[in-house]
C-alpha cells in the first residue's frame, strides 16, 4: 500500500461508490482521504461508508483520512405556476419575498437576508450562472432587476451573488445537525461551504470542540477577498472551483489558484484544489487532454490534495478516474521541471527551533544519501512543517494516536503510521529505522534522518535531528539516547 506519489488524491463517495467492494478498490487505487458529502444522503448512508471505510482500513493497516463537506445554506429561487420561463435579454423581472408562485415577469425569493444587502447595480447569478440579472431598484421585501443574460428558469434553481457579502451564517440548521452527527461519528476533517469571513469558521470551531480539522472552502469573491483571515483561522483550506467559477469571471480563476496554494503552503497549512478535474470520466474512461493538463497544473503549483467528485461519486469509472489522477501525478512528480518548480516557490518561514529542525532535515537528506526523513508528533506540527518544505525524500510521520495520523493524510508527502508510547529517543530511532525498512523506503545499508522533542513526549518541543543507520545493532552500538 506504499504510494509512490507525493500529492494525495480525495474522492467523493455516493451512489456509485457506496459499497465495500468499490470502497475498497478506491483505496487499492489510490484514495487518501474519503470525501463524505453531506448535500446528499442521509445520516444512515453517511454512517454505513463512515464504517466501510474504517473497516478497509484496519484492513489494509494504513490510516485513511475522512472529510465531511457540509452543505452550507442554499440561495434558490421558489417555484413557476406553469412550469420553466424563458427569460429574454432586456427584460424586466423581479424577485420578491411572495411565495405565490412565478411566472415569466417576477418569482419567490425565500431569503430577506438578500434584500436586506441588496443594492441597486448588483449582479444576481441563476443556475449556476447561465442567467444573470442586474438590479435596477430593490427594498427590503423586492429586487426589479434587467436581465443581462437569459434563458430557461425553472423551480428552486440556485442564486449567486457575487457582488454583496451577505448577512448568512456559514452553517444553517442542517449544517449544525449534520456537524454534531459527523463530529461524534469520527471524522477527521469538516469542509465548511459559504465561507465569507474569519468569524465564519471561528463560529464553526466553537461547535467543533476539538473534534476535526477545519477545511474552509474558498469559494466566494469575498472569500478571495479575506482570504489571509480565513487562512489564519482555519487549518486547511479548499479551492472549490465551481461556485468560485461562477461568480467571477473564468479568466480569473487560473492566478487565484496559484496564489490560495502559495498562500496556504506559506503557512504549512492543506490546500485541495477541486471541482470539474476529470469531469468527462463520469461518463468516460478515458478524461480530455485538458483535463490532464488541469490535474498537472494543480501538481505543479504544489498543492496538497486533488479532488474528484461526481467522478467517483456518481460516475461510471471512478476507480479508473482515481487511476488516471495517481498515474499523472507520479508521471508529473517524475518531471526534474516540477523539482525545479517546487523548490522555487520554496518560501523560508523560519522563526522557531522546530523550524530550523526541519529544514535542516530537507537540506541533509538532499545533499547526502538518505533514504526517509522520519519524525515522531503528537499533534502533527512537526510532520506539517516538514510537508511545507516538500522534500525530495521519503517522509515518515509516526504518532501514537491514530486521529493525528488520519489528519495528516491530507498532507503533501506524508505517509503516516501509529506507532505505540515511546519514551526514548534511542527507541524512537530504532522504531523509525523498522517503519523505513518495513515500508520500503530503505534498507539496513541506508540512513535516515530521525526528528522528535526532547523530552520526549512532550508536543511542541522538536529540538532534536539524529542521522542514523537503519541498522538497529549500529543504532543500539551508538552512545546517543
Not at 417555484?79 to 412565478?102: I, K, S
Not at 469538516?190 to 470542540?209: G, M, N, P, Y
Not at 525530495?392 to 508510547?421: D, S
Request: net charge negative; glycine share 6%.
Amino acid at each position: 500500500m506504499r504510494r509512490t506519489r507525493r500529492i494525495k488524491i480525495v474522492a467523493t463517495l455516493g451512489p456509485s461508490s457506496s459499497d465495500y467492494a468499490t470502497i475498497r478498490a478506491l483505496s487499492d487505487a489510490g484514495v487518501d482521504v474519503f470525501r463524505l458529502n453531506m448535500s446528499h444522503g442521509s445520516h444512515e448512508d453517511v454512517a454505513a461508508r463512515h464504517a466501510i471505510i474504517r473497516k478497509v482500513e484496519e484492513e489494509t493497516n494504513r490510516p485513511i483520512g475522512i472529510l465531511a463537506d457540509l452543505q452550507g445554506p442554499k440561495l434558490r429561487v421558489g417555484t413557476f405556476a406553469d412550469g420553466p420561463q424563458d427569460l429574454a435579454d432586456g427584460q424586466a423581472f423581479r424577485l420578491d419575498l411572495d411565495p405565490t408562485a412565478g411566472d415569466s415577469t417576477r418569482v419567490n425569493l425565500p431569503h430577506k437576508e438578500i434584500f436586506a444587502a441588496l443594492r441597486p447595480g448588483a449582479t444576481l447569478l441563476v443556475n449556476d450562472g447561465k442567467i444573470r440579472l442586474k438590479v435596477s431598484d430593490c427594498g427590503e421585501d423586492y429586487a426589479d432587476c434587467v436581465v443581462e443574460a437569459g434563458g430557461m428558469i425553472s423551480d428552486r434553481k440556485g442564486v449567486n451573488v457575487p457582488d454583496v457579502v451577505l448577512p448568512l451564517a456559514a452553517l444553517s440548521e442542517k449544517d449544525k445537525r449534520d456537524l454534531e452527527f459527523v463530529c461524534d461519528l469520527g471524522v477527521d476533517w469538516l469542509a465548511l461551504s459559504f465561507v465569507q469571513r474569519s468569524q465564519d469558521v471561528e463560529d464553526a470551531r466553537i461547535l467543533v470542540k476539538g473534534r476535526a480539522s477545519i477545511m474552509s472552502k474558498i469559494e466566494k469573491p469575498a472569500a478571495v477577498e479575506a482570504y489571509a483571515e480565513i487562512l489564519e483561522a482555519s487549518d486547511g483550506v479548499m479551492v472549490a472551483r465551481g461556485d468560485l467559477g461562477v461568480e467571477l469571471p473564468v479568466q480569473k480563476l487560473p492566478p487565484i489558484q496559484k496564489r490560495l496554494i502559495r498562500g496556504a503552503r506559506q503557512v504549512a497549512k492543506p490546500v485541495i484544489v477541486a471541482t470539474q478535474m476529470l469531469e468527462s470520466m463520469i461518463e468516460s474512461p478515458v478524461p480530455t487532454r485538458a483535463e490532464v493538463s488541469d490535474v498537472a497544473t494543480a501538481i505543479y503549483e504544489g498543492a496538497d490534495a486533488i479532488m474528484l467528485s461526481a467522478e467517483s461519486a456518481a460516475g461510471q469509472f471512478p476507480v479508473e478516474a482515481v487511476q488516471t489522477m495517481s498515474n499523472v501525478a507520479e508521471e508529473v512528480e517524475s518531471d526534474a521541471t516540477y523539482r525545479a518548480v517546487i523548490e522555487a516557490s520554496r518560501t523560508a518561514e523560519r522563526s522557531t527551533v522546530s523550524d530550523g529542525i526541519v529544514a535542516a532535515a530537507r537540506e541533509i537528506a538532499e545533499t547526502t544519501d538518505i533514504k526517509a526523513i522520519c519524525c515522531f508528533t503528537h499533534t502533527g506540527s512537526t510532520a506539517r512543517k516538514v510537508a511545507r518544505e516538500r522534500p525530495n525524500t521519503q517522509v515518515l510521520a509516526l504518532t501514537p494516536f491514530m486521529p493525528t495520523a488520519r489528519m495528516l493524510t491530507l498532507y503533501w508527502g506524508i505517509n503516516c503510521y501509529q506507532t505505540g508510547h515511546l519514551d526514548r529517543f534511542k527507541m524512537a530511532v530504532v522504531e523509525a529505522a523498522s517503519r523505513a525498512r518495513h515500508a520500503g523506503f530503505a534498507t539496513q545499508d541506508d540512513q535516515i534522518v530521525v526528528m522528535a522533542g526532547v523530552p520526549f513526549n512532550t508536543p511542541g518541543t522538536t529540538n532534536i535531528l539524529r542521522v542514523a543507520p537503519c541498522d538497529e545493532r549500529l543504532i543500539f552500538s551508538s552512545d546517543t539516547d
